[in-house]
């Protein structure tokens, strides 16, 4: 779990650097905050899994939707 919340730290650290467009910085925080909504449900903190996982779906709602459907296929935390 601290590597995805090490990955805000390594994003915003990046921004400072780079000039990445708004959108590819919002899509990065929704699979940060995918994959800790996978952690926190792994160790059945569903509070926190739903909260993380609400986020994804806000910052990232097409791609949320695939995930979804079934259209787009994501493995567990690596």
Known sequence: MERWKNG???????RKRYPYPP???RRRKAVL????GQ???????YLA???HLLLAGLLDPIRSLKVIT???RLTGPQ
Do not use: M, Q
């Open 23 to 25: 959108a590819t910085v």
């Open 33 to 36: 905050n995918f994959r800790l």
């Open 8 to 14: 805000f730290k390594i994003l915003e650290a990046a």
């Open 49 to 51: 899994a739903g909260y």
């Open 39 to 45: 952690c926190y449900l792994g160790e059945k903190n």
């Open 70 to 72: 079934g259209k787009e």
